[in-house]
């Protein structure tokens, strides 16, 4: 269950969700923000083993993406 929400103040106008234990965040991807990420990821993953998952970094638990007849594919990131 999703309690609280925002719409981020930075440049990507992304829209952000946070569950409602504020563990995780959901955000949207705008443009060719999933693009970019994708094209990181090896490294992330990379990072996350070389410090054995201690890392600061957020944690990346998946990209999706939405779709449906009634309006143009949502891609998000938790």
């Excluded at 981020?8 to 952000?16: D, E, I, L, M, V």
């Amino acid at each position: 269950m999703v309690f609280k929400a925002g719409q981020s103040a930075g440049k990507s106008n992304s829209f952000f969700f946070f569950s409602h234990d504020n563990k995780f965040v959901i955000k949207t991807m705008q443009g060719d923000e999933k693009k970019v990420f994708l094209g990181m990821l090896d490294d992330y993953i990379g990072h996350m083993i070389y410090f054995q998952n201690k890392s600061l970094l957020a944690r990346i638990y998946g990209i999706f993406t939405i779709k449906s007849d009634h309006f143009t594919p949502l891609d998000f990131i938790i």
